[in-house]
C-alpha cells in the first residue's frame, strides 16, 4: 500500500512538472508574439529593427525574450507591461519603458554588426599575451602574408625579403605582424578579419565534404 502511495505521488509530481514546463513554453510562445506584433506596430523603430525583430528563427527569439526579460529585471520592470492594455494609464511609464526596450534591442542588434571585429579582437589579445605560443603559429603564418602582401609592413623588410634565401623565421613574421599593428592598425585588423573569415569559410566547407562523402564500407570477410 506503501508503495502505491509512493507510485502516486511520484506520478503525480511528474506530471505537475510536465504541464508546468508546458504552461512555460506556451507563455514564452505567446511573449514572443507579442513582442514581435509590437515591434511591427511601433513606428519609432527603424525598418531594419522591425525586420530583424520579424525575421528571428524561434531559437535566437527565445535568446532575445531571455535577455529583455532580465533587462527589464534589473530595473524593477516587467516586459509584459509593454503589451498590457493597462500600461496606457501610466503614459511615462510608458515612454520611457517602449524607448528603453527599443534602444537595448537596436544595441544588441549593432553588437551582432560587430561580431567580426569582436572575434578578431579576441584573437589579437591572445596573440599580443602569447605571440610565440605553439597555437597560434598557423595564424601567424596567414596573417603574415597577409600583412607582406598588402605592404603592411615595413618597406625595408619586404625589399631585403625579395633576395633572402629562405623564409622570414617565426620571430620575424611576428614582429612583422607586431609592427603592421602599431603602423597602420586599421588595415592590419582587417587583414586579421580577413584570415579569420578565410578559416571559418574552409572549416564549414571542410565538414560539408565530410558530411556528403560517401562511407566506404569494407565487405565482411574481406582480406586484410
Not at 136 to 162: D, I, S
Amino acid at each position: 500500500m506503501l508503495l502505491f502511495a509512493t507510485t502516486i505521488i511520484a506520478l503525480l509530481f511528474i506530471i505537475g512538472v510536465v504541464w508546468r514546463r508546458r504552461r512555460a513554453r506556451k507563455q514564452r510562445r505567446r511573449q514572443i508574439e507579442q513582442l514581435r506584433r509590437w515591434a511591427a506596430q511601433h513606428s519609432e523603430l527603424e525598418p531594419a529593427l522591425q525586420q530583424w525583430i520579424q525575421r528571428l528563427p524561434a531559437t535566437e527569439a527565445h535568446v532575445l525574450l531571455d535577455l529583455l526579460n532580465g533587462y527589464c529585471t534589473s530595473l524593477n520592470w516587467e516586459l509584459t507591461w509593454l503589451f498590457a492594455p493597462q500600461i496606457q494609464k501610466a503614459p511615462e511609464l510608458k515612454r520611457v519603458l517602449e524607448e528603453s526596450v527599443s534602444a537595448y534591442m537596436r544595441a544588441i542588434l549593432h553588437s551582432l554588426h560587430v561580431e567580426a571585429d569582436v572575434a578578431a579582437f579576441h584573437t589579437y589579445v591572445a596573440f599580443e599575451k602569447k605571440p610565440t605560443a605553439r597555437k597560434h603559429r598557423p595564424l601567424v603564418e596567414r596573417l603574415y602574408q597577409k600583412v607582406n602582401h598588402e605592404r603592411l609592413t615595413p618597406p625595408t623588410k619586404r625589399f631585403f625579403g625579395r633576395f633572402a634565401r629562405k623564409e622570414a623565421s617565426t620571430k620575424e613574421q611576428i614582429a612583422a605582424i607586431q609592427q603592421a599593428f602599431e603602423r597602420d592598425p586599421v588595415h592590419a585588423m582587417a587583414a586579421l578579419k580577413q584570415v579569420l573569415a578565410t578559416d571559418a569559410a574552409f572549416t564549414v566547407a571542410h565538414i560539408r565534404e565530410q558530411l556528403t562523402t560517401p562511407v566506404q564500407l569494407t565487405p565482411m570477410g574481406a582480406a586484410a
